[in-house]
């Protein structure tokens, strides 16, 4: 994929996203409020949970429910803001996979309900909204937080099985 | 910079095929659309979208394909899809979007399909 086509720069010199190995177990990930690099985080997370003994169906699940946490943070929470950021933070321990993402919004006011493809196509509802669903059907745990001046927080959990 | 599709469109035995290179995303609305009208334009009555293994796709392009299946609808067309890895035939189920368009192994088995139906 070409730079272009992800709308992504990835370019070492330009890049304006950092990513810090906090621990053999735990990294960070710092996000610019910007289109195409929730496709940093999803490849980030990717990588590790491979590193770590993830299968590919689930490492597929990953991928998906973290780039789509990104999003949500820069667009509901972030309100697509250019000096705002999005951290992602990942631990692995115990078999447990986790993935923080942190936006600078003033919180979710309504979680969307599951969607319904039938208004959808009938346009009674819009065809957007899906992000949430998709990371409650791809993850085993999701939890939204809102701590005290920090902005939101979604966790979302992924056990490997034995 | 925005993302863009490269959308090829090839009529094949009685169906239209639209091919989509490049990531699925909210950005791909004008280039699907654009695609998917040209398509019905040309008198296309069974549509079959091909998508890459190897693309992206996100909820903002599950967004706009369900947009273009509720066009579709409106018109009576019969939509198909193939190309997709296994983790977004699952993601397309997990959504429904399986109800209203069938998912194919291959652009033939497609295309055969496609011929007997309606």
Redesign the interface.
């Given at each position: 994929?070409s730079?272009?086509?992800?709308?992504a720069?990835l370019s070492v010199s330009e890049s304006r996203e950092s990513i810090k190995i906090l621990d053999e177990r735990t990294l960070e990930i710092d996000l610019p409020n910007q289109?195409?690099y929730?496709?940093v985080a999803?490849e980030c997370a990717a990588s590790f949970a491979k590193l770590v003994g993830f299968v590919r169906?689930r490492i597929?699940?990953l991928r998906?429910a973290v780039?789509?946490a990104c999003?949500n943070a820069m667009e509901h929470g972030n309100k697509w803001r250019t000096d705002a950021r999005v951290i992602v933070t990942m631990n692995f321990e115990n078999g447990t996979f986790s993935v923080s993402v942190k936006d600078e919004g003033p919180g979710v006011v309504d979680l969307p309900e599951d969607?319904d493809?039938?208004k959808?196509?009938?346009?009674l509802e819009?065809?957007?909204?899906?992000?949430i669903?998709?990371i409650r059907?791809l993850v085993d745990d999701v939890e939204f937080n809102k701590p005290a001046g920090e902005g939101n927080v979604l966790r979302m959990v992924l056990r490997m099985s034995y | 910079?925005?993302?863009?599709n490269e959308i090829t469109t090839e009529t094949r035995d009685a169906a239209t095929l639209l091919r989509i290179k490049?990531?699925v995303?909210?950005?791909s609305e004008p280039f699907l659309k654009e695609a998917y009208l040209g398509a019905t334009r040309q008198g296309a009555n069974r549509i079959l979208l091909v998508f890459d293994k190897?693309s992206?796709i996100?909820?903002?392009g599950?967004?706009?394909l369900?947009?273009i299946?509720?066009e579709a609808?409106k018109r009576s067309q019969v939509v198909g899809i193939t190309g997709l890895?296994?983790?977004f035939k699952k993601?397309f189920n997990?959504?429904?979007?399986t109800?209203?368009a069938k998912i194919y192994g291959s652009v033939e088995e497609g295309l055969s399909a496609m011929a007997s139906a309606g």
């Open positions: 994929m730079e272009q086509e992800t709308g720069n289109f195409g929730e496709q999803m169906e597929d699940d998906t780039a789509e999003l969607p493809i039938q959808k196509l009938e346009q819009p065809a957007r909204g899906l992000g669903f998709l059907h | 910079m925005q993302p863009k490049g990531d995303t909210v950005f190897e992206y996100n909820s903002g599950i967004a706009v369900i947009q299946l509720a609808r890895s296994e983790h993601i997990m959504v429904g979007i109800k209203f």
